[in-house]
């Protein structure tokens, strides 16, 4: 290998969108080339972790770590890759935040594999086989990646230097990043301080073109219920919309083209959790009778009735956040003298 | 547990213009109400980030109190019945956390309800007792992974 500075990308539990995204900064991907040597990229290279062993500590310069930490072997990932890595990048909303996977925090490990491996309509497995991290065979014993029961964040298993949000994080902000640490490696340029790069530090509303007004929110629509107007705020129009707790950066594609933001770029600068802050906003927002005009009851009726239009609350306003959330996953039965 | 009772520790949020002052009246009227519940005064209910429950939760608390004053009477005209939607839509988060309700209440008291505070207090501590304690750290760790570490201290501007 050459000389050139090395860079690495590694997938823990991820869908493989991140890569996609990295393949789509389309012609720097040469520039990436032509600046980095790539030192691990199971995606799109051949390399085998033997390699990774293999090299000196901090051997790699950037390692764009994407995906959560849910198995064993996520985390062994973490740490090696830490060990070789001079810079670690907690590369989209998985790494990040835990995104979609940590969404199983509000579940039990039991109850996943219960829907994964036993009751679904597409699953034939009669003998009930679970999958199990220690199996005797004949010819000795095989082991698997142990799976967690709770789903973390990359910094929750070693320390992360920098943080690209996004549920994939966006073509143009993964090239700008890289620049930055093109820039640094070729001409001493300073690099950009720690914590998370590549994105905005306002809320997703402002980068977005609909049309706002006073919001007051009767009912909240599903996607598939309404056909929303092209040009007002859609959190007006009922149909719920992260934007206004979530960090801008992604030039709010999703309520440009009529969806809702789902929050995938994580909080805004300064909060801790974003689900709490959503229903902060939420409760807001709602128009549900004027003070002293009826009786409190009614009034109670009045907001659970709204309420009763979001169906799942937690993992709408947790959809990408869970993992670094204060309460973090669901309390199981037996924590505690806890009942249901 | 046998030999000695489950005290639960109760996070109580109370409004300047009136819960606050209804916790003075009862002090001051010598209505004896629980020391399980540590109170800290907000200037209004509807100064409750919902970020200030769960912190609280995970804190280590079994239980977190809310208090406003009586609809109608907000010394900011309405932003008590934002605190009622916050916490209606809270307390649903919530339950998907696996939190039940009794743990997280609200109660509207003027400031002449001195005796009325002291009495849903005891009701609350009350509850909490038979649930049983929260230890929102342990419920990771119950599962086999590490406990949660506690949150940073954080500077909270007026």
Redesign the interface.
Known sequence: MSDKPKLAMYWASSCGGCEIATLNIHEHILDVDAVFDIAFFPCIADFKVKDVQGYPDGYIDVCLFNGAIRTSENEEMAHLLRQKSKVMVAFGSCAYEGCIPALSNLTTKDATFNTVYLDNPSIDNPDGILPQPVTLVAEGTLTIPVFYHTVKSLDQVVKVDYTIPGCPPEPHQIWAVLEAVVAALTQGAPLPPSGVVGAGSVAVCEECSRKRDVKKIKRFYRPYEVDPDPDICLLEQGIMCMGIATRSGCGALCPQVGMGCRGCYGPVPGVTDQGAKMVSAIASVMDVGKMGEIDEAVLERQIEAVYDSIPDPAGTFYRFSMAHSILRRTRVAGNGHGKE | MADKQFEPLIIGFTCNWCSYRAADLAGMSRVKYPPNVRLMRLMCSGRL???F???A??GGADGVLITGCH??ECHY??QN??A???F???R??LK?????PQRVRLIWASAAEGARLAQEINKMVEEIRA??????R???S????RP?EA?PAEEVTA
């Open positions: 980030d919902p970020e429950v769960l912190k939760l995970r609809p109608g005209l309405e019945y934002k009622l939607r916050r209606l839509l809270l649903r988060t998907q956390f696996g939190v039940e649930l049983g304690p929260l230890t929102w342990d419920v990771i119950a599962n086999g992974d949660l949150l």
